[in-house]
Structures are given as C-alpha cells and as structure tokens.
T-cell receptor, first 118, second 116 residues
Framework: AQKVTQAQTEISVVEKEDVTLDCVYE???????LFWYKQPPSGELVFLIR??????QNEISGRYSWNFQKSTSSFNFTITASQVVDSAVYFC???????????????FGEGTQLTVNP | GAVVSQHPSWVICKSGTSVKIECRSL??????MFWYRQFPKQSLMLMAT?????????EQGVEKDKFLINHASLTLSTLTVTSAHPEDSSFYIC????????????FGSGTQLSVL
C-alpha cells in the first residue's frame, strides 16, 4: 500500500525566512510519481511540481526548490524568502506510474499548514 | 484561468435531501475525473474514479448508492449525495486528468457541503 507522511502539521514563519516542508513516502512500486500541491484558503488545489521516481535531480523554480532523496524516500519542499502569499496548506502526493490503469489515483499526505507572518 | 470548473462552491441542505455537484473540464476533454473528500484540517481522500461512458470505480468504504457519480460527457462529471446526513458535511473536490502523456491533474475549486 502507498502512504505519504507529512509530519509537520503546522509551520509558522516570519516573512523572508526560508522554510522546508517535509514529505516521506512509502511504496512498493519501482516507478512512481511524486507531487506537491498548494491549497490556498479558497480551497482549490494548485499544482506545483511532478517528479518521476527515476529523476533524482533537485529542481528549482524561482523561490521554490525540491529535494528528492530516493534513498530516504523523501521529497522535501523548500520556499526561500517566504512571503505572506505563501500561506496555505501544502500537500505532498504519490501516484502509481501505471497511468492508464491507475488513472492518476493520488495518495495524499495529511498536509502542512504554512503561515507566513509579516 | 481555471481549467476545471466546479459548481456550486458551497451548499447548505436539509437532512434527507439530495445534492448534485458538477465538475467540468473547460479546456480539454477528460475521459477520467476523480472525486475527493476532505474533512477539516485533514487530507484529501479519493472517493471514486469517474470514467466517461462507464460506471465509476469506488474506493473501499465509499457507498456507491449514496454517492452517485455520472460522467455522461467528456467534459462533465457529477457527484450526487443522496439522502444527505450531517455526517456527509465535508469539502468535496474534483479533478480531471489532462490528455494522455501528461500526468498533470487539474483540480476544481471545491464544494463545501453543509447538511443541517
């Protein structure tokens, strides 16, 4: 069975601080996808990143960066120089790679509520 | 702009009534859509996979007769909560998968259901 654990329920930082959101996953699949989504107060989920299990290169997109460590089954997300608008719930998710059969069924972590204070 | 439209955003209903929630893909045809449920401060739990032109696939523990899913066209899936009860109060959110070759999922804005 697949499982995603986001141990940090809530994080509060002051604007301009860097913050890292942890994600640890469990799967028996050798090929899988990992995702991060942002859920602002409006409720809509916003796609941030998708990472294939064979691609362990770290990725940077503006103030966002992701550290994929297959050896520790972790896919951590760092926001540099956080801003108030970054306040949201962030979800890490895992899906099987058999896209056509799984239909992109996602297993979500519990989410981390990030609050960035001015 | 949003590529998946979900309606209504919120609904309040009396216990025993049925509520229909619509999920539309605006910019693409979605053969597969997904329905999730989210309790306050909790994660999203997949309820069912909606397949255009065929029966939905429900996750274990989800009552098929209570949560009716219809995917009659390539751009519309509906979730009907039948004979709603207060314990059905939750945030329901749909997602649609973009065309094959792209693992990207687009999510609707969600529907907050409150059953009195």
């Amino acid at each position: 069975a697949q499982k995603v654990t986001q141990a940090q329920t809530e994080i509060s930082v002051v604007e301009k601080e860097d913050v890292t959101l942890d994600c640890v996953y469990e799967t028996r699949d050798t090929t899988y996808y990992l995702f991060w989504y942002k859920q602002p107060p409006s409720g809509e989920l916003v796609f941030l990143i998708r990472r294939n299990s064979f691609d362990e290169q770290n990725e940077i997109s503006g103030r966002y960066s992701w550290n994929f460590q297959k050896s520790t089954s972790s896919f951590n997300f760092t926001i540099t120089a956080s801003q108030v608008v970054d306040s949201a719930v962030y979800f890490c998710a895992l899906s099987e790679a058999q896209v056509e059969t799984s239909g992109s069924r996602l297993t979500f972590g519990e989410g981390t509520q990030l609050t960035v204070n001015p | 702009g949003a590529v998946v439209s979900q309606h209504p955003s919120w609904v309040i209903c009396k216990s025993g009534t049925s509520v229909k929630i619509e999920c539309r893909s605006l910019d693409f045809q979605a053969t597969t859509m997904f329905w999730y449920r989210q309790f306050p401060k909790q994660s999203l739990m997949l309820m069912a996979t909606s397949n255009e032109g065929s029966k939905a696939t429900y996750e274990q523990g989800v009552e098929k007769d209570k949560f009716l899913i219809n995917h009659a066209s390539l751009t519309l899936s509906t979730l009907t909560v039948t004979s709603a009860h207060p314990e059905d109060s939750s945030f329901y959110i749909c997602s649609a998968r973009s065309p094959a070759g792209n693992e990207k999922l687009f999510f609707g804005s969600g529907t907050q259901l409150s059953v009195l």
